[in-house]
């Protein structure tokens, strides 16, 4: 077996309670895209940290970019018509990945729900989705279903591990490697990696610092034009 790094349409989930590494780990995965290949929009309903300081990332409003890079929307808690109607772009232009900070937060319940149609028809229009989320029972099911790869890092909530032992190996969710030796759980940080089209799984170790993730992602940026 050989771990490998999710692949052009495939989608990923990452779950974790507050603390665990999650959005840190999530972050890496961006630094380890070929990000000159297609635009990656960042929807950042919090204001995380690392995300927000890339320092070559561009913020957008609603907009949809054209070229390749990192780019940065901040929805509103109540702006869900607006996040919705703007899903529903990305779909009919295609070719532009997606990364949800906080997945749980996105409308799920509106007529037309452009998040599910994303999950499923992504794949076919060129767009990965990767969703973050501390509680995977709050989010939409599409979010494992369609996922191509799931990372699990400490979850606290029974609710939260029988959701994800539903789309995971029997016995994932508390697996173990010999290696660790006889311990009642995983290091900090060493997150349980499963991906579901090879049927193969593994325990992570620790992803950069977040300064080493920042700077490998803006050396693959452009730097922005200053208009004197």
């Known amino acids: ?40 929009v960042i929807v950042d309903y919090k204001g995380d940290e690392i995300l927000n300081s890339i320092s070559r990332a561009v913020e957008i409003d609603y907009s949809i970019p054209n070229h390749p890079g990192v780019y940065i929307l901040h929805p509103r808690p109540d702006e869900n018509d607006e996040i919705n109607a703007w899903l529903g772009r990305v779909w009919a ?29 992504g794949r076919s229009k060129g767009i990965s989705i990767t969703t973050l989320s501390q509680r995977p029972v709050s989010i939409n099911r599409r979010v494992f279903s369609e996922a191509s790869h799931v990372a699990v ?20 969710i508390e697996w173990i490697p010999p290696q660790f030796g006889n311990v ?10 499963y991906n579901i089209k090879d049927d193969e799984r593994f325990v992570l170790q620790p992803v950069p610092s977040g300064d080493e993730i920042i700077a490998a992602i803006d050396k693959q940026l452009e730097p922005k034009r200053r208009w004197i």
Do not use: C
Request: hydrophobic share 30%; proline share 9%.
């Open 1 to 40: 077996m050989s771990f490998r790094l999710p692949g052009n349409g495939e989608h990923v989930a990452i779950m974790g309670r507050t603390g665990s590494g999650k959005t840190q780990f999530g972050a890496w995965t961006i630094s380890a895209k070929n990000l000159k290949r297609k635009p990656t």
């Open 93 to 121: 232009h295609e070719n532009v990945d997606l990364y949800f900070d906080e997945g749980y937060m996105l409308p799920d319940s509106s007529e037309h729900n452009w998040f599910g149609n994303l999950l499923v028809q």
């Open 153 to 172: 890092f400490h979850l606290n909530d029974k609710r939260d591990m029988k959701t994800v032992a539903e789309f995971t190996p029997p016995g994932f």
């Open 184 to 193: 009642p759980r995983l290091p900090p940080y060493h997150p349980r990696w």
